[in-house]
């Protein structure tokens, strides 16, 4: 926690980005009953959102599971895996929450730091804050406030379902975090890059489910 508390001051929450031609999604499974971490990261086209790199990365797990506390459990793995690809994405979004943090500094922003890449968490669950009531419509968004500051979205990223929560998690300021999430989104909740991820990481593959 005193770690996170010093490297928060180091995030840039503005748009610190040229030309974004590649996007990636990161997401983690885990094997041998969670002893071994299973890193994913699929690199997509942004202007088809299609494959056009992957790579996978195991490691033992050597921190254990504390809310708050994620990118020390699964940063190390992930990290492997952005380095085994041909080359670096132009954007990374991770399965996770960005400055929606109790200190501002969830895996988004760890991973950015540790990387050097623009970062965006995009969350499946609230971890901190409160937000008005989101209208059923694709697109629709909300701030998401904590302690009287805003730090992210509510974002519907398809009506009838639940919201995501997104947050900058460097390099990408608050407005841009919510324009590109939507438009890495198809017919499916998540975006696609985390979609991708996630098959690789949880199955093995990167056949689309949704």
């Known amino acids: 926690m005193a770690l996170q508390e010093r490297l928060r001051h180091q995030v840039l929450l503005t748009d610190d980005f040229g030309a974004l031609r590649t996007v990636a999604g990161v997401d983690v499974g885990f094997e041998e009953d969670g002893a071994v971490a299973r890193a994913a990261v699929v690199v997509l086209d942004l202007a088809t959102l299609e494959p056009v790199a992957h790579a996978l990365a ?6 254990p599971y504390v809310p708050g506390l994620l990118s020390f459990r699964e940063a190390p793995a992930i990290l492997d895996a952005l380095a085994r690809l041909p080359a670096p994405p132009d954007l990374l979004i991770c399965d996770g929450q960005g400055i929606a943090h109790p200190r501002r500094f969830g895996i988004a922003c760890h991973l950015g ?14 971890l901190v804050g409160s937000h008005a ?13 904590h302690q009287r500051e805003q730090v992210g979205w509510v974002l519907r990223t398809r009506s009838g379902v639940r919201p995501v929560y997104i947050s900058p998690g460097h390099r990408v300021s608050l407005d841009t975090s919510a324009e590109l999430t939507l438009r890495l989104v198809t017919r499916y909740r998540l975006p696609e890059p985390i979609r991708y991820a996630h098959n690789l990481a949880s199955h093995g593959t990167l056949r689309r489910r949704v």
């Open 58 to 63: 195991r490691r033992p797990v050597t921190f």
């Open 113 to 126: 730091l540790l990387s050097g890449l623009p970062t965006i968490g995009c969350a499946k669950s609230l």
């Open 133 to 145: 009531a989101l209208p059923d419509v694709r697109g629709a968004r909300v701030p998401l406030v």
